[in-house]
């Protein structure tokens, strides 16, 4: 890498069922343990030998299924997929009130079929109260994703909120930065959806003064 990161890619078992991912969509790690991503996750630790294994997404089923020598697991919860094999927590276009179960097989999805998503949702049940005693802590994006996964039964201590990071703005008064005043900047996507919050954002915007601040 460029940076002088060195990057591993364990093979993934998941990937060699045919017909699970569909063509020239990336490839995803299940939400149970991988053997073959398991077995290169240990080679990598044991190589690598690392105080923390910070983990995203469903690959920390293989972590957590480690055991002796695995250092302790903080996962990132940036989405919904603990909750919802989608991972976007929506339903028919609202904000699914009560996440994966029985509906997941009524829900609609373009990218996901049905019976994937049911298997999905059905394996999630079973995988997720596992997890969750072997992980020390768990880093959501917001409040929000924070409350969400209390809901499904997360212990209040095993979870904190870290925001998404920037780098800081370049030093000066906002004159010298192209700007005049105060003002918003907004990252994120450009379409809208209910569970990205951008909504909220334009509602709370057009209750202030559009003279003294800039979007």
């Not at 998941?14 to 299940?30: A, C, D, E, I």
Request: charged share 20%; with cysteine.
């Amino acid at each position: 890498m460029p940076d002088g990161m060195t990057v591993f890619h364990p093979p993934h078992s998941f990937g060699r069922v045919p017909g699970v991912y569909q063509p020239g969509s990336p490839p995803f790690h299940p939400p149970w343990p991988d053997p073959e991503f398991r077995r290169g996750l240990r080679r990598t630790i044991e190589a690598f030998r690392p105080d923390v294994l910070h983990v995203h997404g469903w690959s920390v089923f293989s972590a957590a299924s480690l055991g002796a020598g695995c250092p302790p697991i903080v996962c990132s919860l940036h989405d919904y997929g603990m909750l919802c094999p989608k991972k976007s927590l929506l339903r028919h276009g609202a904000v699914c009130a009560e996440g994966r179960g029985l509906r997941c097989v009524t829900c609609d999805s373009q990218a996901q079929p049905t019976p994937r998503r049911s298997a999905l949702s059905a394996a999630l049940g079973l995988t997720w109260p596992w997890l969750q005693s072997r992980v020390f802590r768990f880093l959501a994006v917001s409040s929000y994703v924070r409350e969400r996964h209390l809901e499904s039964g997360l212990e209040g201590e095993r979870i904190v909120v870290i925001p998404p990071l920037i780098d800081p703005l370049p030093a000066g008064p906002p004159a010298e930065r192209g700007r005049s005043g105060p003002y918003v900047l907004y990252v994120g996507p450009g379409d809208e959806g209910p569970h990205k919050g951008r909504s909220v954002l334009l509602r709370a915007f057009a209750r202030i003064d559009p003279m003294n601040h800039m979007l």
